[in-house]
């Protein structure tokens, strides 16, 4: 397939999941489809905010008892993240990311740079940001927060679904 195929497409990622390994997939596919030329959209609900989380900008400020706690204990950014199989206290983590060093791949925050810096258009849910109790400036600056709604619009406006 030529590149002149796929200019002018769009592609619609939905991140749900809070886990390195997913996120990384979620990435590399948006890295991916931007060196084509394909516009790219990540909406990221619930867990999938994890991944936006600027840990240089966290607060406790404001935020109910329940907010502050969940906070704390939750990851404060990409490289906070479990992976989703084998896990083992962060030994499969650490693990995979020794494995990964050693075939020279880029880590997570790699792959997120790269999305921020080649325009991949990055959403926050608006519910899931307010039920957790997240504040907009705890996130990375490119985060736009949006209603579901607004995120369907988009996707069903776009070429390619995915779920990740």
């Not at 809070?18 to 979620?26: C, I, S, T, V």
């Not at 931007?34 to 909406?43: A, P, Q, S, W, Y």
């Not at 969940?70 to 693990?95: D, Q, V």
Request: with cysteine; glycine share 6%; aromatic share 10%.
């Amino acid at each position: 397939m030529s590149d002149s195929s796929v200019k002018g497409k769009r592609l619609n990622l939905l991140l749900f999941s809070g886990e390195y390994d997913k996120a990384l997939a979620a990435l590399t596919i948006a890295n991916a489809a931007r060196e084509l030329d394909v516009e790219v959209t990540i909406f990221c609900a619930f867990w999938g905010l994890f991944i936006l989380r600027n840990p240089e900008k966290m607060t406790l400020e404001d935020k109910t008892a329940y907010e502050k706690m969940f906070s704390s204990i939750t990851p404060k950014g990409p490289e906070e993240l479990p992976l989703s199989k084998m896990n083992m206290a962060n030994i499969g983590k650490s693990m995979l990311e020794k494995m990964m060093e050693n075939a020279e791949a880029p880590k997570l925050i790699d792959f997120l740079k790269g999305a921020r810096k080649k325009g991949v258009k990055f959403y926050g849910c608006k519910m899931s940001v307010e039920v957790m109790g997240f504040k907009k400036e705890e996130f990375i600056p490119e985060l736009e927060i949006i209603t579901a709604t607004d995120y369907l619009k988009n996707a069903l406006n776009s070429d390619m679904q995915l779920f990740v």
